[in-house]
Each structure stands twice: as structure tokens, then as C-alpha cells.
């Protein structure tokens, strides 16, 4: 099982506000943030082939990871960090296809999918939505901390998802979650880094756990590590 890059798991969302999406990652991976998920699922293939291969650049320059949500061949391709899928079937199919190495996580709704996930051999599973969330309203109800206190006994490392902000990363983390994943508290923040720098500060009163190897940028402080300009 290989180890989580961080416990903060920034999620796109290239609607969420006017400020480009390149710009929002770029000033969340200054402000600390060293996971990112390209989501945005809706663009035609080849440009979000486009945006995957800009952001890959834009994230190794900041010595963090990237992980492609569902297509294999696009992560293989661009030699993304690894993939989020939404089936535990297909977790074999990519681990052959990207490497031993590669990140694979499983989009996961129930327990039931956190136990395949990791019977699968799945690195994590992302539990959603753990609080109401205005960005994955279709999903049910709010499963709360219980559940990912369940998840974390399955002994796979469990990313807490949907509605998670400031006030309740800490909750999340104390219930066994061994990270979260934010989208909207970030992408449509007038901020992107004061978010990225609000949600570090919470998660860091709880304690480390040593499935973690977090990176330089991780903190309550801005990363010195200089993020490279989108535009240049």
C-alpha cells in the first residue's frame, strides 16, 4: 500500500469561481496544498487532456502530486501520480497500467465499497459525503464521523469528503480519517490560499499519522517552494 502524499486532498472545480482554474491551484499549492484531483469531468477529452498535462507541470513544480479522476490512459499518458476511480473492478486493470508505484484510490459511498476498495488493492478510498455539501448534493444523506470511524477499522486509508471546512476537518480526523478532500470550500473561495492556509491550520492540531509522508508545504505557513506561473 503505498503511503498518502498529504492529508489534504484539493479537489478542481473549474467552475467554482472567475478566476482560472491554473490560478486557483497554483495559489492553493502556494499557500501549502501538495495533493490535487483533477475532476472536471464535463470538458470534451482533449481539453481536459490539455489541462491535465498544464496542471501536471504546474504541480510537479511545486513538488506535489497529481491524481486524474477515472481515466487511466489520460494518467498514464501525462505520468500523473495517480488515478481516482469509481469502481472497485477496475483498481487491478490500473495498478497494471501505471505502475506499482501509482496512487490508486476508489470513490467510495458506503462501507461496503471501502471493504472492496482495499480487497481490490486500492492505496485509499475518498467516504463522501460525510456532511451536507452543496457540491455532491445527488449522493444521500450526510453519512457523518460514525461512518468513517467504521471505514478506518476496514484498515484502509479513508479521505473525508463533502462539506468539510475549518470547523470540521478536526472532527473528521479524530474519527480515523486519515485525510480530507475539499473542492467548493476551495475553488470558489475568494481565496484559494487563505482556504488551502485555514484548512492546514485545523488539520494541524491533530495528531500526524505514519501512513503519511508529507511534503515540504505542509503547514500552517506559506511553502517556500516557488509555484511556477501558469502564464509562463
Known amino acids: 500500500m503505498n503511503g498518502l502524499p498529504a492529508r489534504l486532498l484539493l479537489v478542481t472545480d473549474r467552475h467554482g469561481s472567475d478566476l482560472p482554474l491554473l490560478r486557483r491551484v497554483g495559489a492553493a499549492l502556494e499557500a501549502g496544498a501538495r495533493w490535487i484531483w483533477l475532476r472536471d469531468r464535463d470538458l470534451p477529452e482533449a481539453e481536459r487532456a490539455a ?13 506535489g502530486r497529481l491524481t486524474i479522476g477515472r481515466d487511466v490512459d489520460l494518467a498514464a499518458r501525462i505520468g500523473a501520480d495517480g488515478v481516482q476511480l ?14 506499482p508505484g501509482a496512487l490508486i484510490g476508489l470513490s467510495a459511498h458506503r462501507l461496503a465499497e471501502i471493504a472492496a476498495a482495499r480487497e481490490a488493492g486500492a492505496d485509499y478510498a475518498t467516504l463522501s459525503p460525510i456532511f451536507a455539501s452543496a457540491s455532491k448534493p445527488g449522493y444521500g444523506p450526510a453519512l457523518g464521523p460514525a461512518a468513517l470511524a467504521q471505514a478506518a477499522r476496514t484498515g484502509l486509508p479513508v479521505i473525508a469528503l463533502g462539506g468539510v471546512e475549518p470547523g470540521t476537518a478536526p472532527a473528521c480526523l479524530a474519527a480515523g480519517a486519515a485525510g480530507v478532500a475539499v473542492m467548493g470550500g476551495v475553488m470558489r473561495a475568494a481565496d484559494p490560499g487563505a482556504a488551502v492556509q485555514a484548512l492546514l491550520k485545523a488539520m ?7 501512513l503519511f509522508r508529507v511534503g515540504e ?4 505557513r506559506r511553502s517556500h517552494v516557488r509555484v511556477p506561473d501558469p502564464s509562463e
Open 51 to 63: 489541462l491535465a498535462a498544464d496542471l501536471a507541470r504546474l504541480v510537479r513544480g511545486a513538488g
Open 86 to 99: 469509481a469502481s472497485a473492478a477496475v483498481v487491478a486493470e490500473a495498478r497494471a497500467r501505471l505502475g
Open 204 to 210: 494541524a492540531r491533530e495528531p500526524r499519522d505514519p
Open 217 to 220: 508545504g505542509y503547514g500552517d
